[in-house]
């Protein structure tokens, strides 16, 4: 059984574009004529030049007004690509971001050995307990001293990475002892 060619190009068979979801014939993006002009004009707008085909032969100092023309023209809000929303200013509205802010603000920025010492000393004095738990100590320190950099505290030469080794350097001012029942969890006292 013969059958007659059929040159016919009005037949679409699986051509949808992928835009508008419509039977229509597609270019080789899976986008129809009004889409992809919808997505060059995108383009334009954002100033992808690399991307555009209109913007490819056009020189370059007539690419903005290219932009222009087409936002006079076609207004300047997207039509087809949807670009994410414009960051959050990054001062966030949160009550920790606040309170952060605000330890921040009123923590000491010019600070020496003997000014932590004695913040140290001050905190465990103000407890009013015999053994205070270091965490406690650790967080005053923080909280006291704008960015505590343990590394320049201490005797000349010697570099701390932890607050706990830095005042446990100093036997004659505080005494350190782990928890018996949590290794992890260290008590602090004054001599």
Known sequence: MDYPEDDSTDELIDTFCV?????????????????????????????????????????????????????RDYGGAYELIEYPKKPKNKRSKSRASHHKRAIASQAVRDYNTDDVLQAARDFIRAQNEEWVNFSRVSQCLYESFYHLKLKRLGQPGKKYKSLLKFLADYPSDFELRVDPDNNGLYWIRLR
């Open 19 to 71: 835009s508008c979801d419509l039977p229509l014939p597609v270019n080789d993006l899976g986008l129809c004529d009004t889409c992809f002009a919808k997505l060059e004009r995108d383009l334009i707008r954002s100033r992808d030049w690399t991307y555009s085909i209109t913007a490819f032969g056009v020189a370059p100092d007539q690419l903005e007004a290219l932009r222009e023309f087409v936002i």
